[in-house]
T-cell receptor, first 116, second 108 residues
Framework: ETGVTQTPRHLVMGMTNKKSLKCEQHLGHNAMYWYKQSAKKPLELMFVYSLEERVENNSVPSRFSPECPNSSHLFLHLHTLQPEDSALYLC???????????????FGAGTRLSVL | DAKTTQPTSMDCAEGRAANLPCNHSTISGNEYVYWYRQIHSQGPQYIIHGLKNNETNEMASLIITEDRKSSTLILPHATLRDTAVYYCIVLRSYQLTFGKGTKLSVIP
């Protein structure tokens, strides 16, 4: 148990559906992250939030829309996805998003997404 | 990005020390080295980090060379549960950039 909880653990959706992934951290951290891990590829950073402000958007298509209503919760809203978006989506949090030991990131177990 | 180079895979006998090397020759003076591992289909797990000095915690030891261009993660007594992909990462700005890592197989 890392203190970062992701729901749902598994999600199957059609290309016309709208769904949301949820992440909650109970660690008192100020920074939260979304990563994508496709089959046989390294983890890719998608979004970074620090103190509820988005500080990074790594050229992610607009069909992925993040939301950070407070420092404990992070959402990833999904719409009109493509089959190639099928992947493991991981959430992480850290004390802050700067350099050094305060950026030790703790990961959730991920949401396994399948787009049909 | 501060690039890291790791062997693709390694084997280690159960109960023996596992020594995982990492080359990070382009690291800058204030950049930290982090090690994570990922057990199949789970989220990555933080192991240890360091800047200049060697570090030890309950999971592992980290040996960083004096020139900081390489490091070694040591699992002192590997168990079957240590079978995972191990990632050596140089933190640049606030981004952890994961490479392909080393797949460590602990053999009974």
């Amino acid at each position: 148990e890392t203190g970062v909880t992701q729901t749902p653990r598994h999600l199957v959706m059609g290309m016309t559906n709208k769904k949301s992934l949820k992440c909650e951290q109970h660690l008192g951290h100020n920074a939260m992250y979304w990563y994508k891990q496709s089959a046989k590829k390294p983890l890719e950073l998608m979004f970074v939030y620090s103190l509820e402000e988005r500080v990074e958007n790594n050229s992610v298509p607009s069909r992925f829309s993040p939301e950070c209503p407070n420092s404990s919760h992070l959402f990833l809203h999904l719409h009109t996805l493509q089959p190639e978006d099928s992947a493991l989506y991981l959430c992480a949090s850290s004390l802050d998003a700067g350099q050094g030991p305060k950026n030790i990131q703790y990961f959730g177990a991920g949401t396994r997404l399948s787009v049909l | 990005d501060a690039k890291t180079t790791q062997p693709t895979s390694m084997d280690c006998a159960e109960g023996r020390a596992a020594n995982l090397p990492c080359n990070h020759s382009t690291i800058s003076g204030n950049e930290y080295v982090y090690w994570y591992r990922q057990i199949h289909s789970q989220g990555p797990q933080y192991i240890i980090h360091g800047l200049k000095n060697n570090e030890t915690n309950e999971m592992a030891s980290l040996i960083i060379t004096e020139d900081r261009k390489s490091s070694t993660l040591i699992l002192p007594h590997a168990t079957l549960r240590d079978t995972a992909v191990y990632y050596c990462i140089v933190l640049r700005s606030y981004q952890l950039t994961f490479g392909k890592g080393t797949k460590l197989s602990v053999i009974p």
